[in-house]
């Protein structure tokens, strides 16, 4: 068990180092506000259809539930959660499609015991994914002139978090969330059919920074019968995040036999210093769920997100709100079988509707999945509980009308949960 521990202390620490500076998506719609916003949530979560805002500790294992902090109250042994995710992803507009995969590290989180009803949290997820490429040719004349958008880079949120539970039925938490990352933006032009002309770019890079604050409630209706009925609200408040950066446009040669472009050749222009801000919108979820202990639980939520109110550079980019409809359960055959491994096993199945805050042509861009996954127990003792969860997310976003992107995604997440008693008071010295 201490090689274990030294392990995933190794682990984490490797994780946390990686974790802002991946490229994780390859979808034209993160080209929109600060990319593909990733929910908080682990995949015990996701398999669920990413039912959390009224979940505190389903099953005998805790739950770090970064959605709803006023979970944290729930929390009674040190807890440490990492995982990974592989997206598999394939975009079709007309009658061509391309196929993605990429891999990422989806969270590195730990919560704490303070006593016997609060309990604080702490760690690293990513918050947006930004990445796409694509090209588009227009006619000047007779002069075919390529335009090419790219993106790259990512936001990651790291927090520290608090709930304490008073008396039996209710429960208040918050985190302080601090947001960070950078976004590279480029805008291409180049004339494929002149070998001698000269090619030009249009560079933005940004440096993202600030602080976010969420806020939780929790009310436990029937805390001590068989069945359990749980209340949640969770929101987030409206926020403002400093950016730094610099822009440049410079020219190069490209080499459209060879698919090769050469280092710049002159700088057309160049500010090294670009500061502005930008305004994360708040958000509001309410969810419940109906629990028998270590049994089964069922719930739904709802999220709500103003992101109408999100501001760039002083730039109101178009956003519409949006807002995502979850609902789903896991059930556990027999948490104390002892002959039949599979009765411990928990399933899980849930699905997710999103309505996404693109809109183009009129058309609204939307998400749909169905979510299913298993909590696979590993073997413990009397202080320490393994277990190794799985959740597969099978959805669609996006629509082949008005010359669109429709994409069919698999996303695979893996996640391995550790409750430890780590701090045990010695009877003898």
């Not at 604050?213 to 749980?230: C, E, F, M, S, W």
């Not at 730039?315 to 609902?327: A, E, H, I, Q």
């Amino acid at each position: 068990m201490n090689k274990l521990k030294i392990v995933l202390f190794a682990l984490a620490v490797s994780f946390s180092l990686q974790l802002n500076a991946q490229n994780t998506t390859n979808s034209p719609y993160s080209q929109f506000g600060l990319g593909d916003i990733k929910p908080f949530l682990l995949p015990q979560n996701i398999s669920m259809g990413g039912l959390a805002i009224g979940i505190r500790k389903p099953g005998g294992y805790n739950n770090i539930n970064v959605a709803n902090p006023a979970s944290y109250s729930a929390i009674n042994l040190s807890s440490f959660d990492i995982g990974a995710t592989v997206d598999v992803r394939k975009m079709t507009k007309a009658t061509s499609s391309q196929k993605t995969t990429n891999g990422a590290l989806s969270h590195l989180l730990f919560a704490v015991p303070v006593s016997s009803k609060s309990a604080m949290s702490f760690g690293l997820m990513p918050y947006s994914d930004l990445g796409y490429r694509y090209r588009s040719q227009i006619l000047l004349d007779t002069i075919k002139v390529d335009q090419i958008y790219s993106g790259e880079g990512g936001l990651a949120r790291a927090h520290l978090g608090y709930a304490y539970q008073f008396g039996k039925h209710l429960s208040l938490g918050f985190n302080f969330a601090y947001i960070f990352g950078d976004l590279k933006l480029q805008k291409s032009t180049e004339l494929p059919e002149d070998a001698y002309a000269l090619s030009s770019r249009n560079q933005s890079d940004k440096n993202v920074g600030g602080l976010n604050y969420q806020y939780g409630v929790q009310y436990v209706v029937n805390p001590d019968a068989k069945r359990i009925l749980t209340f949640g609200y969770s929101g987030t408040v409206s926020s403002t995040l400093k950016t730094s950066g610099s822009e440049t446009s410079f020219r190069y040669a490209y080499n459209s036999l060879t698919l090769t472009e050469s280092a710049p050749i002159d700088t057309i222009f160049y500010n090294p210093s670009v500061e502005s801000r930008l305004t994360l919108p708040s958000s509001h979820g309410i969810g419940f769920s109906l629990e028998s202990p270590n049994q089964w639980v069922f719930g739904a939520d709802f999220t709500y997100t103003n992101w109408s109110k999100f501001v760039d550079s002083g730039n109101n980019p178009g956003l519409k709100d949006s807002y995502t409809f979850n609902v789903g359960g896991r059930y556990t055959p027999d948490y104390t079988a002892v002959s039949n491994y599979f009765k411990l096993i928990d399933y899980a199945l849930g699905f997710k509707y999103d309505r996404t805050y693109i809109n183009l042509s009129g058309r609204e861009i939307n998400q749909y999945a169905l979510c299913l996954g298993f909590g696979l127990p590993l073997p413990s003792n009397r202080f320490s509980f393994y277990k190794v969860n799985l959740s597969a997310e099978l959805g669609k976003r996006g629509t082949l009308s008005s010359n669109l992107v429709r994409e069919n995604y698999i996303n695979l997440r893996l996640g391995f949960t550790l409750n430890d008693k780590w701090f045990i008071k010695a009877k003898y010295d």
